[in-house]
């Protein structure tokens, strides 16, 4: 009964390193999202995938990679990390049927 | 292009007392309205969804209403307890499109 699972929770970067964030769904889902979450802001969508081997860019896509890796798998890139990245990210799969939404418990990342 | 506004931005109510929060959309031409619950350091709780052919659903102290007419949805809780507290979030999806919508959330602060 996992759902979305996002890796790691929290991550401490300098300006200029780059990292990945992990995100896996059990829900056979074809949907898949990457969100960030930044006060006043809301939630922003980043970059999204319908399909298995099909990305599209969302409102807020630059500086940012992804990788639809599989069906169950989507991974962000941030090549060169920068302050105004700290944020928290979330992953989320979508029920196609239905559109429902479901979200993983989200990745702190604080860019110093 | 959709637009989705929570109003208030923050509310807060003594316990037991039965509240209306409320979310509106621009475009009526939607698939689903999703009502979400996020509490602090969380991610996203799925509450209720409510498809367009729908005109509420119900779970629980919990009832979400859908009127695409007017472009807009509210979410009834009754009889409310601190353990209520926490943001909650609307997101609409437009037919033919694989991304919601969301709105900027109400925070709701149950006292007792």
């Known amino acids: 009964n996992a759902g979305v699972t996002q890796t790691p929770k929290f991550q401490v970067l300098k300006t200029g390193q780059s990292m990945t964030l992990q995100c896996a769904q059990d829900?056979?889902?074809?949907?898949m999202y990457w969100y960030r979450q930044d006060p006043g802001m809301g939630l922003r969508l980043i970059y999204y995938?319908?399909?298995?081997?099909?990305?599209d860019k969302g409102e807020v896509p630059n500086g940012y990679n992804v990788s639809r890796l599989n069906k169950r798998e989507f991974s962000l890139r941030l090549e060169s990390a920068a302050p105004s990245q700290t944020s928290v990210y979330f992953c989320?799969?979508?029920?196609?049927?239905?559109?429902?939404?479901?979200f993983g418990e989200g990745s702190r990342l604080t860019v110093l | 292009k959709q637009e989705v506004t929570q109003i208030p931005a923050a509310l807060s109510v003594p316990e037991g007392e039965n509240l209306v929060l409320n979310c509106s959309f621009t475009?009526?031409?939607?698939?689903?309205l999703q009502w979400f619950r996020q509490d602090p350091g969380k991610g996203l709780t799925s509450l209720l969804l409510?498809?367009?052919?729908?005109r509420e659903q119900t779970s629980g102290r919990l009832n979400a209403s859908l009127d695409k007419s007017s472009g807009r949805s509210t979410l009834y809780i009754a009889a409310s307890q601190p353990g209520d507290s926490a943001t909650y979030l609307c997101?609409?999806?437009?037919?033919?499109?694989?991304?919601?919508?969301f709105g900027k959330g109400t925070k709701l602060t149950v006292n007792p």
């Open positions: 989320a799969s979508m029920k196609e049927n239905t559109g429902e939404l479901f």
């Open positions: 829900m056979n889902h074809n949907s």
């Open positions: 995938s319908a399909s298995e081997g099909t990305t």
């Open positions: 475009d009526s031409a939607i698939y689903n």
């Open positions: 409510i498809q367009s052919s729908q």
């Open positions: 997101a609409a999806l437009r037919v033919g499109s694989e991304k919601l919508v």
